[in-house]
């Protein structure tokens, strides 16, 4: 099984309504990442989380990182047909210079 | 400022046959990687370089063979192919160690299918 899994595996919404996604890990960690996918194309950095911190802003992007229930969410507020695609976590433990990506959860933003 | 730029986009190779996919990055980044994307699995990573003649293995390794041949290029060779090996694959670099919180940078993927 992977150390990053998404939950849910696939998330429909309404433009301008907010999407949240949760990602739970396995052991402990160094940092959590998380990437957008649109269709077709290469991962795209989004915003990473290091393990001494509790929450992080992007502009609509809210993470939080949980470390005693090794698990973090990410938010989209407001969002928008744009972002439509798949996103995924990926949690980095630095014993072994692991980087394991889950499965993703896909967002879909209707207009 | 290409970022990293894969080639093919898109192949189909016949079992037994062999082919390189080519990576390269233009932001001058020691650390690259090869992953796979196969549906529902997330990226795993096959191969990875920490800087120009290096190599080493990762979680899926086996029927794959990488060369970084200078700093920008590293190229991922599939010797004799095999239908299992039918994904989606992506390099990605970065600047530092993973460990120092440096993200990676992806290109946008060869789709190959072993028929």
């Known amino acids: 099984s992977q150390q990053g899994e998404e939950d849910p595996q696939a998330l429909s919404i309404q433009e301008g309504e907010n999407a949240t996604m949760n990602c739970s890990y396995k052991?402990?960690?160094?940092?959590l990442q998380w990437y957008r996918q649109n269709s077709g194309r290469g991962l795209v950095h989004l915003i990473l989380?290091?393990?001494?911190?509790r929450e992080k802003h992007s502009g609509r992007l809210r993470v939080t990182l949980d470390t005693s229930k090794k698990s973090s969410s990410l938010l989209i507020t407001a969002s928008r047909a744009a972002d439509t695609a798949s996103y995924f976590c990926a949690a980095f433990k630095a014993a072994g210079n692991k980087l394991t990506f889950g499965g993703g959860t896909r967002v879909l933003v209707k207009p | 400022n290409a970022g990293v730029t894969q080639t093919p986009k898109f192949r189909v190779l016949k079992t037994g046959q062999s082919m390189t996919l080519l990576c390269a990055q233009d932001?001058?980044?020691?650390?690259m990687y090869w992953y796979r994307q196969d549906p529902g699995m997330g990226l795993r990573l096959i191969h990875y370089s920490v800087g120009e003649g290096t190599t080493a293995k990762g979680e899926v390794p086996d029927g794959y063979n990488v060369s970084r041949l200078n700093k920008r290029e590293f190229s991922l060779r599939l010797e004799s192919a095999a239908p299992s090996q039918t994904s989606v694959y992506f390099c990605?670099?970065?600047?530092?160690?993973?460990?120092?919180?440096?993200?990676?940078?992806f290109g946008n993927g060869t789709r190959l299918t072993v028929t």
């Open positions: 989380i290091r393990s001494n911190e």
């Open positions: 052991t402990s960690i160094n940092n």
């Open positions: 990605a670099s970065s600047i530092e160690t993973l460990a120092m919180n440096s993200p990676l940078h």
């Open positions: 932001m001058n980044h020691e650390y």
